[in-house]
Every structure is written in C-alpha cells, then in structure tokens.
C-alpha cells in the first residue's frame, strides 16, 4: 500500500488536479492515503483536501508524520504533478519487487524549451519520489522537508511517466 504526500501552499488548483489523477489508484486499492503537508494557505486547500479524505496538517514534524503513515511505500510529488498512463501497475510491480527509490519518467508531453532544461534549476521532486517509508524515516531530520528528503537519492527509473507540476501551474495561467 501506499501513502502520497503533498507540501502545498496557496495550490487549491494544481492539488485538486494531482488528486484528480490519484483516484483510481484509491479505487484499486494501491492508494491508502494522501497527505497534504501546509504552509498557511489561505484559498481553499483545506476544504480539498478535506472533501477528498486527505489527512490536512498545517504543524508537523517529518519524521513524526512519515512514521504514522498508513502505506509501507511513499510517493512524494508536488502538487499540480500528474502520474501518466500505466502509473498503478508501474508502482505495484516495483513496490513488489524493489526496495530502493525510484523516480517516474520524464513526460515526452510536457517538455521545456532546450535552454529552460539546460539552465533552469530543477525541483528534486519534479519527477516524483517512491521510496519505503523505513528508508524515509531513515533519512528525516527535525524540520527537514519533502524537498530536502529527495535531494541527492539515488534512484532507479520508473516505466511510467509524470506529468510535471509546472504544467499544471502553466494551464492556470
């Protein structure tokens, strides 16, 4: 099973899209619970996430609330961020068969101007992060966050592919 965790901020729109995608997921079973991590939004991320079932914390401790997730794996991903075609299969086949973190692929749809890719500073998080929550809570600090918990893992490769979060921001526009 899996937990999904968010770190949001004034992102009602790009969140209602992630979670949009994370559904069948929920049906199927594969996705035991999401998390939206806050940072003093003031739209309506906590009426979404309230209405979606999501566990909604604006005060937290990281290694607290990895160790009280429900899943054994985790997937952090930027609100906004969308899992592509065949994701399900894609995370159950290597929940069940890995156990070190893995990344989606980058999305052939949504793509940056070649200077953009080249000189543009890259979010850790803009494909994705698996990992076993032990490894998580592992790797936790006192006030670290999602962010600096991806930075500098090494990973394996996905199948599937994410849709990046800058997509999602670059529609609202």
Not at 11 to 22: D, G, H, N, V
Not at 34 to 42: F, M, P
Not at 111 to 126: C, D, H, I, N
Request: glycine share 10%; aromatic share 6%; hydrophobic share 45%.
């Amino acid at each position: 099973m899996l937990t999904v965790i968010f770190e949001c901020h004034n992102q009602e729109y790009e969140l209602a899209q992630s979670l949009t995608s994370l559904v069948a997921g929920a049906v199927e079973g594969l996705v035991s619970d999401v998390v939206i991590l806050d940072h003093g939004s003031d739209d309506g991320t906590m009426q979404l996430a309230d209405a979606a079932g999501c566990r909604f914390y604006q005060e937290w401790t990281l290694a607290d609330l990895l160790g009280s997730a429900r899943g054994q794996w985790l997937l952090l991903i930027e609100p906004g961020a969308r899992p592509g075609r065949g994701w399900m299969e894609d995370l159950a086949e290597y929940m069940a068969t890995g156990s070190q973190p893995a990344r989606f692929a980058p999305s052939r749809l949504h793509r940056l101007p070649l200077w953009r890719r080249l000189f543009a500073r890259k979010s850790p998080l803009e494909r994705g992060l698996l990992l076993p929550r032990a490894k998580a809570v592992g790797l936790a600090g006192q006030g670290a966050s999602l962010q600096s918990l991806a930075k500098g893992l090494k990973t394996r490769g996905l199948a599937s592919e994410l849709a990046p979060a800058w997509a999602a921001k670059a529609a609202r526009r």
